[in-house]
């Protein structure tokens, strides 16, 4: 019986800690996921050093894929720490000491029924906030403003149309001292930007000259494909004035990292002034140059 005893208490101790680690884990895995659901938003426009959250949205879009982003995060963190729990339950409730005599039971009706039922539910809770988001994307308002984005090997180029101007210009990576003088950071600033006016709907219209090419911002919540021969379209409609960076996202060559794009948002009166200088300053859309009918 001493012996007995003495081999229990082992095994017991074994139990009890194998317990206390998968709680441990549970505990972390929950710190993770409720630290990168509450760590302050990136900086505006752009990345930030240790960053663990979205960038903060500036569009209709952004914020929905980003309030969706954090409800998925607490569904995980409820399922996690759910089954967590059962390992914890199972482990504590079914060991050799508590039950020297294994359950044979093969079969449980209300369990397997409720373990059908529920991810189902959770899918279906899922999935009215994703077609949500859906609508919102694929929605067609009718444009304040065109841009035409068309990618290079290795850069972007822009076009406006005859109504604001009807002028093109290209877009490279600022690099050395070109800069650190602008103040933008490294890798995602360029020689010239995309301007549009705040709180209007822009519709932007995107193609590729070369090879596959995709023009992201995360803080306007899209990326898109730019297609050689194809083009594609989606909208925004900026909230905040500001500087946001986003880059080429789709493996397109040697100097793919080297894509950055910029977009500045500005009230009416500044962009009236920055189409007035722009006439002047880029070179004018040729009769070549047209967009595709757009409301």
């Given amino acids: 019986m001493g012996m007995a005893r003495a081999q229990h208490r082992p095994a017991s101790r074994g139990v009890w800690g194998r317990a206390a ?17 509450a760590a302050s938003a990136a900086g505006i426009g752009q990345p930030v050093p240790w960053q663990m959250d979205l960038q903060q949205p500036v569009t209709e879009v952004a914020t929905e894929i980003y309030n969706f982003h954090h409800l998925l995060n607490w569904i995980m963190l409820v399922i996690v720490l759910f089954v967590l729990g059962l390992l914890i339950y199972c482990i504590v409730r079914f060991n050799e000491r508590a039950q020297p005599t294994p359950s044979r039971t093969t079969h449980n009706t209300t369990l397997e029924v409720a373990w059908t039922i529920v991810p189902v539910l959770i899918l279906v809770a899922i999935a009215i906030p994703s077609f949500r988001v859906l609508r919102t994307q694929l929605s067609d308002p009718r444009a304040d403003l065109m841009v035409k984005v068309i990618g290079h090997a290795w850069y972007w180029s822009y076009e406006y149309p005859e109504d604001v101007g009807g002028f093109k210009f290209d877009a490279n990576l600022l690099e050395g001292e070109d800069q650190v003088k602008s103040g933008q950071p490294k890798l995602l600033a360029t ?11 822009v519709k932007v219209q995107v193609t590729a000259a070369d090879v596959l090419h995709s023009w992201a911002l995360p803080s306007f919540g899209f990326k898109i494909d730019a297609i050689p021969g194809r083009l594609n379209q989606f909208w925004f409609k900026a ?11 789709e493996l397109c060559g040697q100097r793919h990292a080297y894509m950055p794009i910029t977009v ?20 004018r859309t040729d009769g070549a140059s047209r967009f595709a009918d757009a409301r």
Avoid: M
């Avoid at 441990?24 to 659901?37: D, E, P, R, V």
């Fill in 239 to 249: 909230e905040r004035e500001g500087t946001y960076h986003g880059q080429c996202s």
């Fill in 264 to 283: 500045k948002v500005v009230s009416q009166e500044a962009f009236q002034a920055w189409t007035a200088e722009a006439k002047t300053k880029f070179a």
């Fill in 21 to 37: 680690g998968l709680a441990a884990a549970g505990l972390a895995i929950a710190g993770l996921l409720g630290g990168a659901t």
């Fill in 191 to 201: 020689d010239n930007e995309v301007v549009v006016p705040v709180n209007k709907i």
